[in-house]
């Protein structure tokens, strides 16, 4: 199987989940020794979900647990 | 949650949550504020991945959670309560998002189609790793959820559950009411759409050294 670059696109999600058959995966990897746009289009797309799966990337608002269960008691509370 | 509460539930979230609902059904209902509490912050993004405010995105997860207690005796144990849970604030940050639209004379009444034109990547030479520390960490905090809140609404959703939250793709494919094969296909066009706003803008800041000097391409720098 010989992939073209618009294949690997196509296949970098699934590539990166682990979720390519063997002989895609393969053939991804055929491509991605000889091809450095693809590589580094694979590097740089599985470093940025990397970074944006750290927990300071998203921060919750100060307070909001906080909030979030006075809220909830409240309705306990109420319910009795 | 205590570490004495989570240590006596066991290490298995799906029976510490069983447990827990069964009790708070059963009359401890003080133990619902310990059922949330490991999902509070999943509720709040998948709130803020259609809402992208964060008056918004808490109110509204504040309303989901008031909902779950609320229906708690309807939750069926088919799905895991976290993905129940974030199904519940999805819905409520979309009838908001809704009723915000039809404040504004917008049409509610075409979704957005899923995108399946073919799509090309920022192509760089070159990549480097990930650094482990985090200089410059506020701009890069501010470039990612830039990028992340321009998304269209669709594979902002699929990036937020699935590689902000982590959860996998079964979980997010039910929280989002769509198949799994919908979830992989928005997931790959959020990841490319991501990769190629971000490549260029991390790598553009790699001359200014710090964080961003260690995203700079070996190649120079390159881009075609």
Redesign the interface.
């Given at each position: 199987m010989v992939l073209d670059c618009k294949h690997v696109w196509d296949q970098i999600s699934n590539y990166i989940e682990g979720e390519v058959p063997l002989e895609m995966r393969a053939a991804i990897e055929a491509h991605l020794a000889h091809c450095r746009h693809c590589a580094a289009v694979l590097d740089s797309t599985r470093n940025i979900l990397i970074l944006i799966a750290d927990d300071r990337t998203f921060e919750l608002p100060v307070g909001y647990s906080a909030r979030l269960h006075a809220r909830v008691q409240q309705e306990l509370a109420a319910a009795g | 949650m205590t570490e004495e509460t989570q240590s006596a539930t066991g290490p298995d979230p799906v029976s510490r949550d069983a447990e827990l609902i069964a009790r708070v059904l059963a009359g401890e209902?003080?133990l619902?504020?310990e059922l949330?509490?490991p999902y509070?912050?999943s509720v709040?993004?998948a709130a803020?991945s259609i809402l992208q405010n964060?008056?918004d995105a808490?109110d509204a997860?504040?309303e989901a959670?008031?909902k779950a207690?609320k229906n708690l005796g309807d939750f069926r144990a088919e799905s895991k309560f976290s993905t129940w849970l974030i199904s519940i604030a999805i819905n409520e940050a979309r009838a908001r998002l809704r009723h915000a639209r039809v404040l504004r004379f917008e049409s509610v009444d075409e979704p957005a189609k899923d995108d399946d034109g073919?799509?090309?990547?920022?192509?760089?030479?070159?990549?480097r790793?990930?650094p482990s520390q985090?200089l410059e960490?506020k701009e890069?905090?501010e470039l990612?959820?830039s990028a992340?809140g321009g998304l269209p609404e669709m594979y902002r959703e699929v990036?937020l559950l699935r590689?902000?939250e982590?959860m996998n793709?079964a979980d997010t494919a039910a929280a989002l009411g769509v198949s799994e094969g919908v979830v992989?296909t928005r997931?790959?066009r959020a990841?490319?759409m991501?990769?190629k706003i971000?490549?260029p803008q991390?790598a553009s800041k790699s001359s200014r050294g710090g964080l961003f000097g260690l995203?700079r391409?070996k190649?120079g720098g390159s881009w075609f």
């Open positions: - | 209902r003080e619902f504020h949330i509490r509070e912050k709040y993004l803020f964060q008056q808490e997860a504040q959670v008031l207690l073919s799509f090309v990547p920022a192509l760089i030479r070159d990549w790793e990930v985090a960490r890069l905090r990612l959820q992340i990036l590689d902000v982590e793709i992989k997931l790959l990841r490319l991501m990769q971000l490549a991390l995203f391409s190649a």
